[in-house]
């Protein structure tokens, strides 16, 4: 009995879990990843609430862009030369493994510069407001932000099987 409780409980957690996560946050929204002066990455990632488990995707063409995750140093002067990461294919997805900043510019000469860096702030919490960084991006115009698409894939999936075993379960006890 207490062992099919545990079990119950384990994949209704699964199930949570399942669903708090996997927000999809395309950078620049339809713009991409750009180096054009059309988007303000730091008003894009300012009016998001980016949580572990979201994924931050960057799309361009990666023939004239990538996409470099440096230290926060490098970031302010644009230094592409001590990559933490480096993301080539031109449809990169991120998974957001913890808390703090995740820092990322383009590394083709005078992108960085021309505005195509982004500073990703993820909060601790789950309610937590998300506040604009220090002014260390040069901000070309306005920007007009979508919603972030979510990521529901699976997520249906996930909830019939916890609900398969529970009511498996329960008509175990019912016997
Ligand atoms: C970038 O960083 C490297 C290593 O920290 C340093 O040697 C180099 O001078 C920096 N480049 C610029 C343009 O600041
Ligand atoms: C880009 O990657 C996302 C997520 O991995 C995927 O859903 C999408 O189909 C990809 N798009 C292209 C054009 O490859």
């Known amino acids: 009995m207490a062992l099919l409780k545990s079990a119950i409980i384990f994949f209704l ?3 949570a879990l399942q669903v708090s996560i996997a927000t999809v946050y395309k950078v620049g929204d339809s713009a991409g990843w ?3 002066g059309t988007v303000d990455y730091k008003k ?6 980016f949580h572990v488990g979201d ?3 960057f799309t361009y063409n ?7 995750q440096v ?3 490098d970031f302010k002067s644009c230094n592409a030369s001590n990559p933490l990461a480096t993301y080539t294919t031109g449809n990169d997805s991120i998974t957001i ?3 703090g900043h995740l820092f990322f510019l383009c590394g083709f000469p005078g992108h960085c510069e021309a505005g195509q860096k982004v500073d990703i702030r993820v909060s601790r919490g789950s309610s937590m407001a998300p506040s604009p960084s220090p002014s260390d ?3 070309p115009g306005p920007s007009h932000n979508s919603a972030p698409s979510h990521h529901l894939k699976g997520l249906l999936g996930q909830l019939g099987l916890a609900l398969a075993i529970v009511v498996v379960c329960l008509s175990g006890f019912a016997y």
């Open 13 to 15: 957690g699964m199930a």
């Open 44 to 49: 894009w990632a300012a009016e998001k609430n």
């Open 137 to 139: 991006a040069m901000a």
């Open 62 to 68: 990666a023939q004239y862009h990538n996409v470099k």
């Open 71 to 73: 230290s926060h140093d």
């Open 55 to 57: 994924i931050i995707l």
């Open 34 to 36: 750009t180096a054009m």
């Open 97 to 99: 493994k913890k808390p």
